[in-house]
């Protein structure tokens, strides 16, 4: 069985790999210790610290689990919810989870590869679904918020500030 590839197929799939694998790398990146050059490395004590977590991913089932969006259950939702009871034990400041804009990334290829017979086109898109968490606490007891278990495929980003 011969299967025909075409070019804007493997185009889009090179992208759809690039795009969901440079959060992967980055993050890898600072898992390796390898500090970028503007980094600085953070020593955590029991000061007050404004902690903002950020949540991405393709599939908001992976973000928004646990809570009923027409008839399916998401993701995100559940990890969103296990962060604010975490913090709610411990009687933090919390905002959140806030839903940004999603993003919407659209490609649109001519289906021919050759440019001849009748004019057809193939729509891709991509959607990425952010959250905010907003938290004010000291370092221990966000060691123990966040000592989740996370799904697969949900990018999680931790900023930590002085209050």
């Not at 694998?21 to 955590?44: F, S």
């Not at 908001?60 to 009923?68: A, M, P, Y």
């Not at 440019?115 to 004010?136: A, C, P, V, Y």
Request: charged share 25%.
């Amino acid at each position: 069985m011969n299967i025909i590839v075409r070019k804007e197929c493997i185009a889009f799939a090179v992208l759809c790999v690039i795009i969901t694998h440079l959060p992967a790398l980055d993050i890898e990146h600072k898992k390796a210790g390898v500090p970028y050059k503007t980094e600085k490395p953070i020593t955590l004590d029991n000061t007050e610290y404004r902690i903002r977590i950020t949540l991405t991913s393709q599939n908001v089932r992976s973000l928004e689990k646990g809570i009923t969006f027409f008839f399916f259950f998401a993701l995100l939702k559940q990890f969103c919810e296990q962060l604010i009871n975490g913090a709610k034990e411990k009687n933090l400041f919390m905002k959140g989870p806030i839903r940004m804009p999603t993003k919407v990334l659209r490609i649109t290829t001519r289906k021919t590869p050759c440019g001849e017979g009748s004019k057809t086109w193939d729509r891709f898109q991509m959607r990425i679904h952010k959250r905010l968490i907003n938290m004010h606490s000291p370092s221990d007891v966000l060691k123990q918020i966040t000592s989740i278990s996370i799904e697969p495929g949900v990018d999680v980003e931790v900023t930590i500030k002085h209050s």
